[in-house]
DNA sequence: CAACTAATCAATAGACTAATTGAACAGGGT
DNA sequence: ACCCTGTTCAATTAGTCTATTGATTAGTTG
């Protein structure tokens, strides 16, 4: 029958936008233009490649219909065509992490020791909020993502520049630490050398677009 | 810094998992699995591939871990890993078919005219289910979905058999077919045919897997 | 045990695809 | 005009992907 050709275009089409993701690089895009939109040089530096090459797999993602542009003066904004499309990343990061051991084992050899310590869940850190409860936010993320939203009262330090900035936080707060997800190393790195120091630190599961996505407050202040 | 290289490889096992579902051919595969476990013989004749060609791609779809096996007998049953592999299907496509107007024209050109009529809504029909409405639900999909589990009181009628079976059905109540879910035809091809002899029918919102998905109930027997 | 069935494997042809780089180009700002 | 930021192009290099064929393995049946 006709139908089959028919039919197969449909799923290659989907199958389109599978193979926007299936890239590494192209992942790693996602997970950060998840945080806020950024401009091409910018994410070039994020995920360490030329400008050049990092617009060709912009292009990639947004001829597959997943993030979408904004000019601004000279330059062009990127950031994803939906909150959806969040979703699909984190699914897919769900499925692959449940299925594939490979999965844990290199998180594991990126993001150091997983889990010595128990993270603090989004919940449990809403709720400290709410009650005025002593606990210090670090926005562990590079400042532009910050701008672009943050957990309330959350401070902003990038991992880069935390060392030389300790002196700015308070000994007697426990502090929690969070970044991009729970694939991003900065916030694990920040309760490292937090601890390190003498603070008392955890990490927040997740991360800015988790908690955005349970529905809980964002400030953009 | 060394980080990058971990990082890279991190990513590139979740592209892994993406890349297994960049072919249409094996989306298709995955969709039919939504509804069941089948051998590679019944796949093969479902997505229109040789026996050997449709081994190779469920063996993609395997190492990524998006599908297990069973072996009975002579034969192997596959099946999706997951509930959740259904979901990254279900978000993938949900991605596309907001974002790619192609999506919408190929669905068209495949289903037909597509929503000439309100589909009845998974929660309209339950409800009517439960009280006791007259209404016929029909399954279009092949016998072995249909055993693999089913609506409450669903009658099967694959779809290459509803012509000459019409007699089986009363003609005083509303017909509501459906099948694999929103891309797959047998319950649009039901509904046109049943119009045609007269019938009053509608199809459902989505398919079985959606109607699962949502934990409404599916019966075996 | 031989014959048979279902599925997988191995090897391969052929056709494309993908990632990347450097240079040219375009749009907007100063 | 000239600079900046991105995009596009052309070219290179290195695969990858699909589908096919024929051989092979695992399991069943007479």
Known sequence: MADRA???????????????????????????????????EALAGEVGLSVANTSQHLQVLRQAGLVTTRRQGTSVHYRLAAPEVFELWRVLRTVAASRLAEVERLAATYLGARDELEPVTRQELARRLRDGDSVLVLDARPAAEHAAGHLPGAVSIPIGELRRRLAELPGDREVVAYCRGPYCAFAHKAVAELREAGFQARRLEGGLPEWAAAGLAVSHA
Chains 1, 2 share one sequence.
């Open 6 to 40: 028919a039919k197969s275009a449909l799923f290659d089409e989907f199958a389109r936008a599978a193979k926007a993701l299936a890239s590494g690089r192209r992942i790693e895009l996602v997970d950060v233009l998840a945080n806020g939109e950024r401009p091409v």
